[in-house]
């Protein structure tokens, strides 16, 4: 089966522009979940959608992520206007059922510059 | 809220050692424990998935334990290779998945 996609792998923008990320989950997975890796911290938690819906956003820094999965397949993550301290790798994973565990993209450098 | 440590934060060794990462975590209310692997620029590969029933769990070369009680998962790499050089998360995974901030192997030649 197809992994988790995201894309684009590498984004560099200037401080006040807009950028959208996407993933594409594993076909099935109704669990979707976008996390972030600032330089030096550990993978931190953004929200989950359960098809369509959002389960759990208290990870999202601030009203400039905007997250969203239309229909319930692939989702976006946009980021508007962007900051430097918005730098990091995006990653998404998708998860049939929480104790199968999470399958993970191969995450979204962003630079903001 | 959840606190997931993983300790030694980086570690050099010389091929043909085996090997053990620690990770701790805070809360045992725990659903299951991930261990993946991350290669410089690439994402995060699942090696191993340990639900919070179970003890251990083997995949080729690679060991993790769990002991949920403690709150402490080990992963242990037998006869390592270079080709092992990564960083190594551990994630356990609650009302959300929480992350370490990894352990950075090294395997010299």
């Known amino acids: 089966e197809a992994g988790v996609t995201q894309f684009p792998s590498h984004s560099v923008i200037e401080k006040g522009q807009t950028v959208t990320l996407r993933c594409d989950p594993i076909?099935?997975?109704?669990?979707l979940y976008w996390y972030r890796r600032v330089m030096g911290k550990e993978i931190k938690f953004l929200l989950h959608f359960v098809k369509e819906s959002k389960q759990d956003e208290s990870g999202m820094p601030n009203n400039r992520f905007l997250a969203e999965r239309t229909g319930g397949t692939y989702s976006t993550l946009k980021v508007q206007p962007a900051e430097l301290e918005d730098s990091g790798v995006y990653f998404c994973a998708s998860s049939q059922d929480k104790v199968y565990g999470y399958t993970f993209g191969s995450g979204t450098r962003l630079t903001v510059v | 809220k959840q606190e997931v440590t993983q300790i030694p934060a980086a570690l050099s060794v010389p091929e043909g050692e085996n090997l053990v990462l620690n990770c701790s975590f805070t809360?045992?209310?725990?659903?299951?424990l991930q261990w993946f692997r991350q290669d410089p620029g690439k994402g995060l590969t699942s090696l191993l998935l340990i639900q919070s029933s179970q003890r251990e769990q083997t995949s080729g070369r690679l060991n993790a334990s769990l002991d949920k009680s403690s709150g402490r998962s080990t992963l242990y790499i037998a006869a390592s290779q270079p080709g092992d050089s990564a960083t190594y998360l551990c994630?356990?995974?609650?009302?959300?998945?929480?992350f370490g901030t990894g352990t950075s192997l090294t395997v010299i030649p």
């Open positions: 994630a356990v995974n609650g009302n959300q998945f929480y």
């Open positions: 809360d045992s209310a725990i659903y299951n």
């Open positions: 076909s099935g997975h109704d669990n």
